[in-house]
Nanobody, 115 residues
Framework: QLQLVESGGGLVQPGGSLRLSCAAS????????IGWFRQAPGKEREGISC????????HYEDSVKGRFTISRDIAKNAVYLQMNSLKPEDTAVYYCNNEFSSWDWGQGTQVTVSS
């Protein structure tokens, strides 16, 4: 059974950093392109970053480009999102899913950026 479990969220001050983890089970993380998504209060869920299955090429939405870095560890079967220079507008629940977001959503992990 395919499963992704997000972790690593928390409360951080503006300008701070967090590293989110997406632990995969039931499949190898390099078999599918995996994306990070987020949903802010009162807003629709949006895709913010993706790592390609075949070559590991990464993609970022403009809102996070230059601040966030997606990576994967095949040995640990996990995908990560390093978030630097966090802003209050990054506050959201963060999720991982395949690039088409076609799997069931997990619980996500809450990121709150506030002073």
């Amino acid at each position: 059974q395919l499963q992704l479990v997000e972790s690593g969220g928390g409360l951080v001050q503006p300008g701070g950093s967090l590293r989110l983890s997406c632990a995969a089970s039931g499949f190898a993380v390099d078999y599918y392109s995996i994306g990070w998504f987020r949903q802010a209060p009162g807003k629709e869920r949006e895709g913010i970053s993706c790592i390609s299955s075949t070559d590991g090429i990464t993609h970022y939405e403009d809102s996070v480009k230059g601040r966030f870095t997606i990576s994967r560890d095949i040995a640990k079967n996990a995908v990560y999102l390093q978030m630097n220079s966090l802003k209050p507008e990054d506050t959201a629940v963060y999720y991982c899913n395949n690039e088409f977001s076609s799997w069931d959503w997990g619980q996500g992990t809450q990121v709150t950026v506030s002073s």
